[in-house]
């Protein structure tokens, strides 16, 4: 099955600041990846699909790249509602997996 | 706004098996596919299998031989059942719904969640 780490673990940054988080395929899902936030006892929440493509209400703040095996998720300019957990996904190949999630905390 | 609810005992022991029901509210169950994942306590999301509105299905191979996901589409709920639970199944349950991106599919609703324990 097809590995995904994320990185860092945890991320400690102030509201306003830039957020860059990485998703690294063990081998290519092609563009098939996404992005979901999580927050603590609610449904995580389907941020970026196909690699760069926001979901329906997904603040322009927010923004998907990459393609292969190495992804990334930027948030421009942190609000505070975007304190959570963010994780990746591919479908592209053999059973779904995920990443073991980044968590943006407040400095 | 479709909603997902996720339902069923909080508590199995040891040896038995754990079933859980997702009911699909603010819309029809026909037409999409549907996943149950789980994360363990400290742990990443694991995909559990997916089902279609046909009822056609599509698991997890290191769970596949103790799963089983149902749907009724009359009442806008599906199934899932894991036989011969032990406490490395307690986790936290979520029912999601998939979106077709043009031919390629992402979880777009997700249930809360439900927590279960096995547990003697």
């Known amino acids: 099955e097809i590995v995904l780490t994320q990185s860092p673990a945890t991320l400690s940054l102030s509201p306003g600041e830039r957020a860059t988080l990485s998703c690294r395929a063990s081998?290519?899902?092609?563009?098939?990846l996404a992005w979901y936030q999580h927050k603590p006892g609610q449904a995580p929440r389907l941020l970026i699909y196909?690699?760069?493509n926001r979901a329906t209400g997904i603040p322009a703040r927010f923004s998907g790249s990459g393609s292969g095996t190495d992804f990334s998720l930027t948030i421009s300019s942190l609000e505070p509602e975007d304190f959570a957990v963010y994780y990746c996904?591919?479908?592209?190949?053999?059973?779904?997996?995920f990443g073991q999630g980044t968590n943006v905390e407040v400095k | 706004q479709v909603q997902l609810q996720e339902s069923g005992p909080g508590l199995v022991k040891p040896s038995e098996t754990l079933s859980l029901t997702c009911t699909v509210s603010?819309?029809?169950?026909?037409?999409?596919?549907w996943s149950w994942l789980r994360q363990p306590p400290g742990k990443e999301l694991e995909w559990i299998g997916w089902?279609?509105?046909?009822?056609?299905?599509n698991y997890n191979p290191s769970l596949k031989s103790r799963v089983t996901i149902s749907v009724d589409t009359s009442k806008d709920q599906y199934s899932l059942k894991l036989t011969s639970v032990t406490a490395a199944d307690t986790a936290v349950y979520h029912c999601?719904?998939?979106?077709?991106?043009?031919?390629?599919?992402?979880?777009?609703?997700w249930g809360n969640g439900a927590t279960v324990t096995v547990s003697s």
């Open positions: 999601a719904r998939y979106f077709d991106a043009g031919g390629r599919h992402y979880l777009d609703v």
């Open positions: 603010g819309g029809s169950i026909n037409n999409y596919y």
């Open positions: 089902i279609y509105s046909s009822g056609s299905t």
């Open positions: 081998q290519s899902v092609s563009s098939y």
């Open positions: 196909d690699a760069s």
């Open positions: 996904h591919q479908r592209h190949n053999g059973p779904e997996t």
